[in-house]
């Protein structure tokens, strides 16, 4: 899979997941993919919410490495 590829599928799971993240009064934007790393920007109450890490790393990663083939880490970018 192309790394454009990649990310428009990253993209298709981020719209699944963005009513969650809305409804708590954040959102996230896709940085950038690159070499499986999926870059994000959390915004709104998930940028300074204390538990942004757990909803990046249990919920967001979560997802992409079960629904993406490619992913192998999700970072934040400040």
């Known amino acids: 899979m192309t790394e454009a590829m990649m990310e428009d599928h990253v993209q298709e799971v981020l719209d699944k997941l963005r009513p969650f993240l809305l409804r708590d009064g954040g959102d996230c934007e896709l940085v950038d993919v690159e070499d499986g790393i999926v870059r ?3 915004l ?3 940028g300074s919410c204390p538990s ?3 909803t ?3 919920g967001i990663e979560r997802a992409l490495l079960e629904e993406v083939p490619g992913v192998v880490e999700v970072e934040q970018v400040f």
Do not use: E, F, P
Request: hydrophobic residues 50%; contains cysteine.
């Open 56 to 58: 990046l790393k249990a």
């Open 40 to 42: 994000l920007r959390l």
């Open 52 to 54: 942004s890490t757990i």
């Open 44 to 46: 709104g109450a998930c």
